[in-house]
């Protein structure tokens, strides 16, 4: 039997420690800061559900409970929330294993991370991932990505053989394309994650391309913000709590 083009189910990967943003997630999980008037994750779940998604995975470990107490069943928010829960952090493709029960009748399901906000067109990009997998059955993954540029903060010395110095480059700038942490999958990825341990999305997806699988992207010019450390945070902050106006 072939597969059906519905996309109906999210998992969002919310179970790290936050690290990089300590002190702030040593008594709350990152996906629950407060970015304006409410937690980073509701305003994941509301871009969700705005892109038609009614049906949501939350993979949590870490003070997971403050996330399932907060959120409860997804009625408040107009979705079914349902949850995985793992006794430790398994990374993001580990937690991705994790969920694997809950999505057993989903032939295809989007994965994104907790830690991050999007105002992309998610419809579109299911969209190119289901013609690129009518073109290309062997196809597993769509990820969005994103241009990016970042200059060094350092000079950057050549030298030959003998310490000659032939080249100075000073605060180089490199530029490529980034994996903003959204895809749209094929249930099959589940069956190339371990069990139980540690792993990583990057190591999943380079494993399924050596085993002959295709992994496409999609690109987009705007839409993603990440919280990865506390300046990008109360940068995010400031900006939506202008967003709210007065209040």
Known sequence: MG????????????????????????????????????????????????????????CVSYLGRIIENYFGDGSMLNVKIEYARADRPLGTAGQLKSASHLLSNHDRFICLYGDSLYEFDLRAMVDAHLARYREDDSTIATMAVMHHRARLDYGFIDVDSIGKV??????????????????????????????????????ILIDAISRGRSIYTYKIEKGFRDIGNERAYMDVYREYAERLGDI
Not at 26 to 51: C, F, G, Q, T, Y
């Open 3 to 58: 597969k059906g083009d519905a996309v109906c189910v999210a998992v969002i990967l919310a179970g790290g420690l936050g690290r990089r943003l300590h002190p702030l997630t040593l008594v709350m999980p990152k996906p629950m800061l407060p970015v304006a008037d409410k937690p980073l994750l509701e305003h994941v779940i509301e871009w969700l559900h705005s892109n038609g998604i009614r049906h949501i995975i939350i």
């Open 166 to 203: 032939i080249g100075w480059r000073e605060k180089p700038e490199f530029k490529g394309l980034i994996n903003i942490g959204c895809y749209v999958m094929e249930s099959d990825i589940l069956e190339l994650i371990p069990s139980d341990r540690v792993s990583q999305m990057n190591e």
